[in-house]
């Protein structure tokens, strides 16, 4: 019996035991589904468009570990196999230029390392035997390097001669010297060093390191390396000035960095980030994305490109009110396909070089490869597919879907019916967009308690995707209402920028005037409402509590409550710059306004906070406030530690179905 078979047969059991306790049907969503659900990422066609190289990840109930292993398929959608197996974590394949090997990241030698196969032959090698932690790789053009970000151990500058311990003796472990701003990063834990960028011969050997310095070449968690056309570049992103710490990622340039020696030299020079390089295939253009810093909440990026011979840069002119990303290159290098999300729908787009834009795909996900011919793979997904694979080419119509990761799963299971919705805001009439998802077997003619929840970020979006925490909310019996209140992206940079140094602020109105449109379809039981969020979300979960005592319960999840502490104990403290008009102690009373314990006074609903001790995001300290102010005003809560879990709570599955149960645990003993 394999281990999937085994997960299933456990859950199988799990599932017929909690229907008969809970006089439920077994054939909905249930939390330890999770161990079942799987996921498709980082498509990569081959260079022909014959086959499609990409991630395929689940979870190991014995071990509650979450894996990756790497399956091909052909473009056709035919000989569906994996290439890898086991619970090694392989991940990031990339095709040689000739389509014959492909490199990938893999643990099943102890450690991650950069491993090669050849195609005809399946036979595997390991490349590399590093400690750095080898990420974003990539072949050259000649197909004669491998180029990869990795981490470099760096002490801090300050130190003192401890005395030696005795032979023998056993003493506490040292002291921590820290001499950096952003010294921990959520995820990734107490950090130990700088990103660098690595560069060795295509058959394996002594990596070298192109970069030094103790500044990052790639971004904590990841990055992806980029080389010119020629091969005697690599393309990187990144800020060397002495605050780059403190601007995050609102100020970047962008560097070629010899792949023979090292030397840099520098492309771009402005006030904003500019990122995602691109080399055009011909080698005369270099794409890219960023915008001019206007010091504001949020921006939308554009596309830019570099004539590399005489550095005049221009933008291409798409005319889109949204920000785009993930840029690529068509074969002929006369259009740049691009990724941009409107009205919470993510699309796949190509424009031509005077901005001419054509829409290729609709539904993505996170990823897309291009294949010379213009054949190409994209990430799907809807309200009813988590995630699988479809292809199209340019210049024809329709896509279609060559995957269905999850269909022994989700065939036997009634999901809920998502429903698109559009209403006025109470504030101002402004429109807002917003989804509802009905609980199976649903029956109009009954009320149904309702549960908003409400996205973070707080630039960001939810929209006509597949959300797994709301379906398992839904199958416990309710109406679940999701929206983009004013702040939310894919509406235009002026919809977004509305609640500049404004946050949380006027998107309670939206957001009850959300439930309040709910509330007139005529199936929801206005006695029984219910509120939850997590991160961007957990701060308006308490700032609607705050403001209103229309909800019978509310689950704020890694939430920000003192934004004074927040921008000094996060790992991201550029918000202070660009979120608020500037430090904290400089403007005390806006802070105070915006934090959630000037309106905690007025709490009654009860509440439970639940965070991961692990969050460096929105860290413990700020949950510890709200629970205790909650307990000394006597209201009904509960705080909840996951240990050893970051922002989102899912590093383990066994912590993401007790994120969900004991969020709907609270949710079910309020419900009347």
Known sequence: MTMREISRTFCIIVLIFSAQMKGQHSDVFKPMDIFEMESVSDPQISPDGSQILYVRSGSDIMTDKRYSNIWIIKSDGTDHRPITNGQNNNSQPRWSPDGTQIIYVSGSSGSSQVHKRWMDSGETTVLTNVQTGPHGISWSPDGQQVAFFGTVPTDAEFEVGLPEKPEGAEWAAPAKVIDRHVYRFDGVGYLKGYKHLFVLPAEGGTPRQLTSGRFNFASYRGGQTVWSTDSKHIYVSTNLQEDWEAEGRR??????VQAKNGSMERLTDRDGPDGNPVPSPDGKFLAYTGFDN????TQISRIYTMNLKTRKVREVETKLDRGV?????SADSKSIYFTYSDKGNTKLAATSLKGKNSIQAESLGRGYSVAKDGRFVFITTTPSIPSDLAVGKTG???TKKITSVNSDLLDHKELGKVEEIWYKSSLDGLDIQGWIIKPPGF??????????????GPFANYGDRFYLEKQLMTAEGYVVLYTNPRGSTSYGEKFAQLIHHDYPGDDF???????DAAVKKGYVDENNLFVTGGSGGGVLTCWMIGRTDRFKAAVTVYPVINWYSFVLYSDIPWTAKYWFPGMPWDHVEKYES???LSVVKNVTTPTMVLTGEADYRTPMPDSEQYYSALQMLGVE???VRVPDEPHGISVRPSHHVSKIMHIMGWINKHNN
């Not at 029956?443 to 409400?454: A, E, G, M, Q, V």
């Not at 109105?509 to 439930?515: K, R």
């Open 509 to 515: 109105y939206d957001l009850n005037s959300g439930v």
């Open 443 to 456: 029956d109009p003619s009954k009320k149904y308690p309702l549960i908003i929840k409400i996205h973070g």
């Open 325 to 329: 990303s993930n840029l690529t290159w």
């Open 594 to 596: 915006k934090s959630l």
């Open 294 to 297: 206007k010091r504001m909440a």
């Open 637 to 639: 809560s509960v705080l």
């Open 251 to 256: 100020q970047s340039d962008l560097y070629q």
């Open 396 to 398: 024809t119509k329709g």
